[in-house]
């Protein structure tokens, strides 16, 4: 009985934590067309549950689907449009986070750049779809 326990535990451990917090702590960058750019410091939670391929920042006002996970990372946001593009991920080996986002709209163009280190804390449950 000890035995299948035991392996079970490890088979766990060896696939890495499904379901874990990121703390992450940096500076978000913004500027925009004639309009002089700001930093500031920002500190965000990221709760994830590989299992179920979600995340969401914080009080988890708005649950998003990953776009992809893999060992060396996993990238939350990926878009391309017309007005505007988006790449946000973390690196799972050094604990970077990036975020950038372009918009571009009436002719003003606006960018929002973020770097943070982060690191693992205990999971904080994504709330459920009500239906």
Request: glycine share 6%.
């Amino acid at each position: 009985m000890f035995l299948p326990a035991l392996i079970a535990a490890a088979l766990v451990f060896q696939g890495g934590a499904q379901q874990f917090d990121l703390v992450c702590q940096g500076t978000l960058t913004s500027s925009a067309t004639n309009i002089a750019g700001s930093t500031k410091e920002v500190r965000n939670r990221i709760r994830i549950d590989l299992d179920r391929q979600a995340w969401c920042y914080d009080e988890c006002a708005q649950v998003n689907s990953i776009v992809t996970a893999a060992p060396a990372e996993i990238v939350f946001s990926r878009g391309d449009t017309s007005s505007g593009r988006n790449l946000t991920r973390v690196d799972r080996v050094t604990g970077k986070f990036s975020s950038s986002i372009f918009l571009h709209m009436d002719g003003y163009d606006m960018f929002l750049d973020t770097t943070a280190q982060c690191r693992p804390e205990a999971y904080t449950a994504i709330p459920q779809a009500a239906f």
